[in-house]
Antibody, heavy 121, light 113 residues
Framework: EVQLVESGGALVQPGGSLRLSCAAS????????MDWVRHAPGKRLVWVSR???????????AYADSVKGRFTISRDNAKNTLYLQMTSLRAEDTAVYYC???????????WGQGTLVTVSS | DIVMTQSPDSLAVSLGERATINCKSS????????????LAWYQQKPGQPPKLLIY???TRESGVPDRFSGSGSGTDFTLTISSLRAEDVAVYYC?????????FGQGTRLDIK
């Protein structure tokens, strides 16, 4: 059974940093595309970042424009863990952050339960 | 970015009746080289993460009941629940994965009448 368990969400002040983690099990993590998707209260789902395992090295990582330069996605295949390092956080980054196991085309096959990030003073 | 617009924003349907949710994309999500529509549907129940129901516009994910079906092509798509059950109360989202960035519809809330 696929399991994705996010952690690291917290209340943080504007301008602060957080690192989210997603522990994966039940599938071959090292071969799997992984994404982060967020859901702010009352808003639609928003794709944040992806880490593919195929294609050109330089094309494996991508970010939404709204987080580019502030967020960094990474993975540790030995630990079956996906990360999202978030810096220069803003109020508009407040959301539940979901880790997803994704198909190569961008379908979000499995979702974690999510971790809440609140950016507020 | 491709804008996904769902209609209606909410609807209430009687148990056993048909529920229909529409999704329109601001540009075609049909890839001509493989004739596939890059459109998926998700269900999100209260307190739970979204769950994949349909991909390629009409392919049901494994384990999804056959009362759920997807149709449409190009820019206009429909999710149909043929006979509504109480456990289908949820918010439903469409998503395009034709072009970056991946984008979602605003969601349609489905309740029991």
């Amino acid at each position: 059974e696929v399991q994705l368990v996010e952690s690291g969400g917290a209340l943080v002040q504007p301008g602060g940093s957080l690192r989210l983690s997603c522990a994966a099990s039940g599938f071959t993590f090292s071969n799997s595309r992984m994404d982060w998707v967020r859901h702010a209260p009352g808003k639609r789902l928003v794709w944040v970042s992806r880490f593919r395992t195929d294609g050109d090295e330089g094309d494996r990582i991508a970010y939404a424009d709204s987080v580019k330069g502030r967020f960094t996605i990474s993975r540790d295949n030995a630990k079956n863990t996906l990360y999202l390092q978030m810096t220069s956080l803003r109020a508009e980054d407040t959301a539940v952050y979901y880790c997803t196991r994704s198909g190569s085309s961008g379908v979000f096959l499995s979702w974690g339960q999510g971790t809440l990030v609140t950016v507020s003073s | 970015d491709i804008v996904m617009t769902q209609s209606p924003d909410s609807l209430a349907v009687s148990l056993g009746e048909r529920a229909t949710i529409n999704c329109k994309s601001s540009q075609s999500v049909l890839y001509s080289s493989n004739n596939k529509n890059y459109l998926a549907w998700y269900q999100q129940k209260p307190g739970q993460p979204p769950k994949l129901l349909i991909y390629w516009a009409s392919t049901r994910e494994s384990g999804v009941p056959d009362r759920f079906s997807g149709s449409g092509s190009g820019t206009d798509f429909t999710l149909t629940i043929s006979s509504l059950r109480a456990e289908d109360v949820a918010v439903y989202y469409c998503q395009q994965y034709y072009d970056a960035p991946i984008t979602f519809g605003q969601g349609t809330r489905l309740d029991i009448k």
